[in-house]
């Protein structure tokens, strides 16, 4: 496996054998394991750029990685060895089926299964849209910024007609929130195995102007003491008109029926006409469902939550503004507040303005005060991991209003914290509630850039930077450490300085094989020790070298992990065709992934034979049961891909004869599969199969080496050993 992170998460979570599936949120890496029991929590939160770890029930695993998620989610799905791995859901049904059977066995956090489950749903509903959400509410700081500069009117209140320029950029943040239900039902339907698209056309109904048009021709109501425009339809059913715009309540609930109904259509209808006749049905059963029940059951239910904080809101500001930054840090772990973000929003449509969102704010900037606080230890005791993910989780706090980095990366790894960042919470609320609360006209998220968007800045302004800066130096008084995490933290610290010197070739000795005759070619000081070694009748594998004088005041290095030997450099090590064929440049290859050299140089064979060969010595890292691809680890330390045609992924197998399977030895010339070439070209697919080197950074260079017709064995790629840094 590549060393890089992508490459250590794998591993530290058990290797691709122990992923059952991995997907990605605004911050965190998402695994489902087969078993997460073995995992070294230690070792994940040490690899660089990881935020923290945080373990879940059913064998699922979260890896905080802050706002690199997205880059080290894609490196890790590029790895060869990933291949078989779903982005989403299970490999197979016995996968799925284990996973659920542990799930239910072990429950979230030890006890509720359907609770995980359920703050998942919630999650994943939200999640995918937080950065449409964030560009949004700058977009309505702008305005309000603008609007407490007197430079435009309120442009908050539905009465007041803004300037044409105004007005159109007004819009720029409304189609995040007027459609927020359609991207709700979207991916609240995926989560729950159903056709995203279905559910969002079933959302999208109750939505069209033509049904809210339907007000014209309704009749008042009251219905649980409010007054509603219902319409009869269907001989008498009423059907009440509401509307939908920024809703969250209505998508979840509808998207929560239609799992369960797409799941049982696909049991009930004939695999043939499931493409046809399972959305169908699916639209017929749930648009009049929704529109008729559970669209006004998940306003009434957001209403009566809303009612409830509103009633606790109204009997005391000073206690409601207390208790929401004191709640909320245990509210954020357990997804509890995605519901709370739902009432906030809800807030907005009906009173015009929301006041749950001022006091959050004082929650989320004692976070980052105490984020602060660590930020000023790690860079005074010198600890660069803690160093780069508090100034990584501080610049996602302050400029995006988001805490997770901050709370999965240290907050909760380190339990002192909390007491201290609870205090900034109690002051920052105390100050909000003595103000007499404050209040929104827009849903935001509390960062520096948000500031102006509530109504009294300066009370608002007062309360955060208290809570900020008296969390932060409480922490920096009494620390975040126990003086045994501080200690361990400090060896942990040495060995890594040790490690980054050893990589660097800057420390004063080196491993080497005096058994290799190669070592003092691959290492030029290595020559003298190996000798010594021998000479001393050592028996054991390696031996330490020293390096010239002006080195040996480097700290001794720590034992390393065995490695591959490398290449001597600047040798060539060619790679023969793994098959008969035309060869064609990388850029021609007709797939833009491969062709930009995504996922790495090399070539691309046109086949005129059927059979894929290994083309040296080495092991399979992937061997698609489809067919399609394949990864080699070569005994020279080269990384290879070899994929049979382009998209024929989706061939399922059909046409594909594979002959080895993953962690095999093989040889040069060793057959890998046996395809149908015409099966494939029926199929529509082309039969182009790309050769590429994957972990080409490791080497010099990368070079086509051979045009138009060869044999299978021929060399067709030159791969040159990089040669060694000088200081």
Same mark, same amino acid.
């Given at each position: 496996?590549? #060393? ?17 599936? !991995? ?19 230690? %070792? ?11 373990? $879940? ?30 982005? =989403? ?7 799925? *089926? ?16 359907? !609770? @995980? ?29 603008? +609007? ?46 159903? /056709? ?62 239609l799992g369960p109904l797409y799941k049982l259509l696909r049991k009930i209808i004939p695999e043939n006409v499931q493409l046809i006749f399972v959305p169908f049905l699916a639209m017929l059963i749930m648009i009049p469902l929704t529109s008729l029940l ?21 009997? +005391? ?8 930054? !004191? ?14 973000? *739902? ?44 160093? $780069?993910?508090?100034?990584? *989780? ?8 988001? #805490? ?30 003595? =103000? ?26 007062? %309360? ?74 050592? #028996?054991? %594998? ?48 007709? @797939? ?15 086949? #005129? ?25 070569? @005994? ?16 399922? =197998? ?21 395809? /149908? ?18 972990? *080409? ?9 051979? /045009? ?12 040159? %050993? ?6």
């Amino acid at each position: 496996m590549a #060393s890089s992170t992508a490459g250590d998460i794998v591993d530290t979570v058990g290797g691709p054998d122990n992923i059952v599936s !991995l997907t990605h949120c605004a911050t965190r890496l998402r695994f489902q394991l087969r078993d997460s029991s073995g995992i070294d929590q230690t %070792a994940v939160e040490a690899i660089p750029g990881v935020l923290g770890a945080v373990p $879940q029930g059913g064998n699922r695993y979260q890896i905080v990685m802050g706002g690199a998620v997205t880059n080290t989610y894609q490196d890790i799905m590029g790895l060869p060895e990933m291949s078989s791995v779903s982005s =989403g859901a299970a490999s197979d049904a016995d996968d799925m *089926a284990a996973t659920k059977a542990a799930a239910r066995a072990q429950g979230p956090r030890g006890k509720v299964a359907w !609770l @995980d489950n359920f703050f998942e749903f919630l999650s994943d509903s939200f999640r995918p849209i937080i950065g449409a959400l964030l560009g949004a509410s700058l977009f309505i700081t702008f305005m309000s910024l603008m +609007s407490t500069l007197g430079v435009i009117p309120n442009w908050a209140d539905p009465r007041v007609t803004l300037p044409p320029t105004w007005a159109y950029l007004n819009l720029f943040w409304q189609g995040v929130f007027v459609f927020l239900p359609l991207m709700v039902a979207y991916n609240a339907s995926k989560k729950l195995n159903a /056709d995203p698209w279905v559910g969002f056309a079933i959302m999208a109904v109750v939505m069209l102007p033509g049904f809210t048009a339907l007000k014209d021709i309704s009749t008042p109501m009251t219905v649980f003491g409010s007054t509603v425009n219902v319409v009869p339809v269907f001989g008498g059913i009423p059907l009440t008109i509401f509307s939908y715009n920024s809703q969250v309540f209505p998508p979840l609930l509808m998207a929560g029926v239609l799992g369960p109904l797409y799941k049982l259509l696909r049991k009930i209808i004939p695999e043939n006409v499931q493409l046809i006749f399972v959305p169908f049905l699916a639209m017929l059963i749930m648009i009049p469902l929704t529109s008729l029940l559970i669209g006004p059951l998940g306003i009434y239910a957001g209403a009566a939550l809303a009612g409830l904080l509103g009633a606790i809101n109204s009997f +005391s500001p000073l206690i409601f503004a207390i208790a929401i930054p !004191l709640l909320y840090p245990f509210m954020v772990p357990l997804g509890l507040h995605w519901p709370i973000n *739902a009432i906030m929003l809800l807030n907005i449509q009906n009173l015009g303005y929301d006041y749950i969102q001022g006091p959050m704010g004082a929650w989320n900037f004692a976070c980052f005060g105490a984020t602060a606080g660590v930020l000023f230890l790690a860079n005074r005791d010198k600890e660069t991991a803690m160093r $780069q993910t508090a100034t990584g *989780a501080l610049a996602a706090g302050l400029l995006g209003g988001i #805490s997770e980095p901050s709370l999965y990366g240290i907050h909760l790894r380190y339990k002192r914290i909390y007491p201290r960042m609870l205090v900034g919470c109690l002051l920052g609320g105390l100050i909000i509630g003595i =103000g007499g609360g404050l209040r929104t006209n827009a849903f935001v998220f509390t960062s520096l850039l948000t500031i102006p968007a509530f109504n009294n800045i300066p009370l608002y302004a007062i %309360a955060v930077a208290v809570a900020f800066f008296s969390a932060m130096i409480l922490v920096i008084i009494s620390d975040y450490r126990t003086p045994e995490q501080k200690a361990e933290a400090l060896a942990l610290k040495r060995e890594h300085e040790a490690d980054a010197a050893l990589e660097a070739g800057k420390t004063d000795r080196v491993l080497v094989d005096p058994n290799d005759p190669q070592a003092a070619l691959t290492n030029p000081t290595a020559g003298t020790a190996a000798a010594g070694t021998a000479a001393a009748g050592a #028996s054991a %594998a390696t031996a330490v070298a020293d390096r010239p004088a002006e080195a040996s005041a480097a700290p001794a290095a720590p034992a390393a992990k065995p490695k591959k030997p490398a290449m001597v450099p600047g040798t060539v090590t060619e790679i023969g065709a793994p098959l008969d064929g035309k060869v064609i440049p990388l850029e021609e290859i007709p @797939d833009p992934v491969f062709a930009k050299g995504t996922v790495g140089p090399g070539v691309g064979i046109v086949p #005129s034979g059927n059979v894929v060969h290994a083309p040296a010595p080495g092991k399979i890292l992937v061997a698609q049961e489809t067919g399609h691809a394949f990864g080699l680890t070569l @005994d020279s330390g080269i990384e290879l891909l070899i994929h049979v045609g382009i998209d024929t992924v989706t061939m399922e =197998g059909r046409g594909f004869d594979v002959h080895v399977k993953r962690g095999d030895t093989v040889e040069a010339g060793t057959p890998l599969v046996t395809f /149908d070439p015409k099966a494939i070209e029926d199929a529509g697919f082309s039969l182009v199969t790309p050769v590429l080197v994957t972990n *080409a950074k490791r080497f010099g260079s990368v070079e086509k080496i051979a /045009d138009g017709d060869v044999a299978t064995g021929t060399p067709v790629i030159a791969v040159t %050993a990089k040669e060694p840094k000088t200081d």
